[in-house]
């Protein structure tokens, strides 16, 4: 079984600039989920999507992050304009639904942004 | 709130000791914990869950854990450490409201491996 599967690996940007990570989850997996990962912290999550759907945004700094999955497979998230706090690395997960908290989620081996 | 604390930040071990990693989980509700590993560079593993039933879980690498409901507690444990267990050890409570679903991780333990 292929995991779960993001690009690129590694960026680096200045501030004010944009970027976009895109993520491939598991085939199959109707839940798909975005984490920030800031150096000496555990994961954050971002965004849960169930399908094409968004669940739970609730930690999502709206006013410079976007994220979508429009076919209910890929998903892209986006970062506009970046700041130096966002350097982290995003980890996309996914898992088979949502509905219940026994779902063990997958990880890809994530994104390291570096802001300069 | 849910929360989880992971009070050792590092950790050093000698190859062939026993370790144990603790967590501690603030959680309303009969918890699903989780212990994932994290290698330099790479996304988390899932070493092992607990969900119901018996206390001891078994996990993949030779880890085991032990659910402890009067201390709040989850701790992992190996009987004997190999040197490519060196990585960092993130210890998370799944919290669910029926529609969403979300873990909730502590800090991490950083595991060294000395020879």
């Known amino acids: 079984e292929a995991g779960v599967a993001q690009s690129p690996r590694y960026k680096i940007i200045e501030k004010r600039q944009s970027v976009a990570f895109w993520c491939n989850p598991i085939s199959g997996h109707a839940t798909l989920y975005w984490y920030q990962q800031i150096l000496g912290q555990g994961p954050k999550l971002l965004i849960q999507f169930q399908n094409n759907g968004v669940v739970d945004d609730s930690q999502l700094p709206k006013d410079r992050f976007s994220a979508e999955r429009l076919k209910g497979v890929d998903s892209t998230l986006k970062i506009q304009p970046a700041k130096l706090e966002d350097s982290a690395v995003y980890l996309c997960?996914?898992?088979?639904?949502?509905?219940?908290?026994?779902?063990?989620?997958?990880f890809g081996d994530g994104t390291r942004l570096s802001i300069l | 709130a849910q929360s989880v604390t992971q009070p050792d930040i590092h950790i050093t071990v000698s190859e062939g000791a026993s370790l144990e990693l603790r967590c501690n989980y603030s959680?309303?509700?009969?918890?699903?914990l989780f212990w994932y590993v994290q290698s330099p560079g790479q996304g988390l593993q899932l070493l092992l869950k607990y969900f119901s039933g018996d206390t001891l879980v078994q996990g993949i690498k030779g880890f085991e854990a032990e659910f402890k409901r009067s201390q709040s507690s989850f701790n992992l444990r190996k009987p004997s450490v190999h040197w490519s267990d060196a990585a960092e050890y993130f210890c998370?409570?799944?919290?669910?409201?029926?529609?969403?679903?979300?873990?909730?991780f502590g800090t991490g333990t950083l595991l060294a491996v000395q020879p």
């Open positions: 959680y309303g509700a009969t918890p699903y």
């Open positions: 998370a409570v799944g919290a669910s409201d029926g529609a969403t679903n979300k873990l909730i």
């Open positions: 997960a996914s898992s088979l639904r949502a509905d219940n908290s026994n779902q063990p989620q997958h």
